[in-house]
């Protein structure tokens, strides 16, 4: 990577985690529905434009984190030892991202009691996780549906999105201590693959 290259990257990197920073500190402290755009750029120190090079609304902000869990669960499904089925490899895939939200069940991302609040507020699911959602599971499927050429895409499409909605269901409660709510959403998923593979002649987890 020539070296010009390689300084623009890092300062887009840098730039993205500052307006992360500032946003989790202004939604933390005085609220996401009273902080603004100009306000998280403002304590970024960059210009509102440059925001939006980066997200697409202050709500977007929220799940910045998806794009990293999502690599984390890629390399899991890339892992699996041969012999291992798409609805195991499903299974293991959404696990993962819920390992990847917590260390020793230490929740490690500030934003996850103000997602709960706009998930709640909002009364479903917000845009922008709808949209980083489809995106996450597309990938998913392409890398299960890589490991075996064969795979009925919708029969696993249908699975992973059983399991996902699963987890996104535990996640919107959020009354339990972390890694309570972990535990709850491993749980989830299982239920989720029982229920999915009992109902549609696909080899019991």
């Known amino acids: 990577m020539p070296r010009s290259t390689g300084l623009r990257e890092h300062k887009r990197r840098m730039t993205r985690e500052a307006i992360v920073r500032a946003a989790t500190e202004l939604f933390t402290g005085q609220g996401f529905a009273r902080t603004t755009v100009a306000d998280i750029a403002g ?81 479903g699911m917000p845009p922008s996780l709808a949209v980083r959602l489809h995106g996450v599971q597309t990938r998913i499927l392409d890398a299960i549906r890589a490991r075996h050429p064969g795979l009925d895409p919708v029969r696993c499409a249908a699975h992973l999105g059983a399991c996902v909605g699963a987890v996104s269901a535990v996640a919107s409660q959020g009354e339990e201590p972390p890694s309570a709510r972990t535990d709850a959403m491993r749980h989830a998923i299982v239920l989720a693959s029982a229920g999915f593979t009992a109902h549609s002649g696909a080899p019991t987890l």
């Open 43 to 123: 304590r970024a120190g960059v210009a509102p434009r440059t925001f939006f090079l980066h997200f697409a609304s202050k709500e977007d902000v929220l799940f910045h984190h998806v794009e990293r869990y999502v690599e984390i669960a890629l390399a899991r499904v890339a892992a699996l030892p041969d012999g291992t089925t798409p609805w195991e490899a499903v299974q293991r895939a959404v696990e993962s991202l819920v390992d990847a939200l917590n260390v020793a069940g230490t929740n490690i991302d500030a934003l996850a009691p103000v997602r709960v609040q706009v998930a709640r507020e909002s009364g």
